[in-house]
């Protein structure tokens, strides 16, 4: 089913055009990126239903110009009439630009932004259109899930959540014309337990460009969920050292988002906050292992046609059989060093900048199995399930905290279980230990990415099965 576009943009798309005609009278630039999202949560534990507006909802315009060397935006959500906003647009930002001038405060100096002619339309599909659903359904959907969770002994309280987006974008400029809707789904299974003298939690995530079929592929988790929880509840603390690892598809996407995710933003090669500035075309990794990033190089929430600066969608190899070729960037950063732009530049609303940000950052898969992998260990561990990460990317030192770690001894599973896990290390040396890589590979964006501690936006990650060696504690 083809998603629907947004009549709303339909109805701006003269005026927004009326309005570059006259800002192009002040200006060497200008574009406007038109946004029209919606989209709602639905949650049901066994305390707890609700229905509410997802965070990333927003309706307005960013515009962008270029004047005197550098750019400006402004940033709006209502208006009166073209011309009357013009003028407030071109006198507000000449007037900053005067008053920064007279302050003696420097203007980071770019390049022109050149476009070639371009005009594209994208209508992404999905399965059920969630809007043909009523809340009442969806919510006794979510319910059934949580009293079939919370029936087992120990549990103390399962919810489910879906949340359902849907994605307008309108970029114009003086040579450009693009259109975008799409939407995602996103699911979660939360299950929280005692047991063995202690209490924990387990999830189970769910996403895609996807509708409402996604329900359907919640109801068949809730075991999984059950069996993690009691894993951990069973789990004892794991002995800090080194170890041979296999890390699960999800712990893989961690590894990658933090080790050479954020690494490669160029909007820190620009401030001289990224080591990987000066590696490219150097060895980082194992010869065997590549990485990759763009919404055009995968099929999950954040892949689109174009990013929130004009920039058709990238597949930007970053790691290519162990050596950094590529970063990722935003248009301005990309002007400044003289790249190309790979389509990365995102913005958490219109209100806000857009920065050089991941999209669907994942490992290529290899030639191995993972049974193969399992059998070739003496001793170490399988990692399974992802909770949270921290990375350096002036130094590559990255942390990450895993769910669970499932023993193997003598190539085989034992059954014990130790948790929680945290694996540390110098970037280059993890990843130059990779020595087996699974030939299958599967990617989440269940979750967001900020940058440092703000700035929220959809990404997703992933890969196969590695087999590293690595620090846990």
Sequence with gaps: MQVKMSDYLAQVKPQMKELLRLLRQEFAYASVLCTDVTGTTYRAGQRQISVMDNRFNERGFVV???????????????????????????????????????????????????????????????????????PEE????????????????????????????????????????LLQSYAYAEGMETVIGAGNGKQDMAYQSFSGLKGAEILEEMDGSVELAIAFLRDKLNAEPVKPGMYDVITSPEVTGLIAHEAFGHGVEMDMFVKERALARDYIGKQVASPISSMKDGAASASEVSSYLFDDEGTLAGDTTVIDHGTLTAGISDLLSALRLGTKPTGNGKRQTFERKAYARMTNTFFAPGEDDLERMIASISYGYLLEGMDSGMEDPKHWGIQCAVALGREIRDGKLTGRTVAPVTLTGYVPDLLKSISMISGDQKLFGGGMCGKGYKEFVKVSDGGPYLKCKVRLG
């Design 138 to 177: 969806i919510l006794a959907h979510l319910k059934r899930i949580s009293d079939a969770g919370a029936a087992h002994e120990g549990v103390i309280e399962f919810q489910a959540l879906a949340a359902f987006t849907q994605v307008n974008k309108l970029f114009l400029s003086e040579q450009k014309e």
């Design 64 to 134: 962008r110009v270029y004047d005197d060397g550098s750019y400006s935006e402004y940033s709006f959500n209502q208006y009166e009439d073209v011309e009357t906003l013009a003028r407030t647009i071109t006198d507000t930002l000449k007037g900053e630009l005067r008053m920064l001038k007279e302050l003696g405060i420097a203007q980071m100096e770019s390049p022109l932004i050149h476009e070639e002619a371009l005009e594209r339309t994208m209508a992404g599909e999905v399965g059920m259109d969630p809007h043909e659903v009523s």
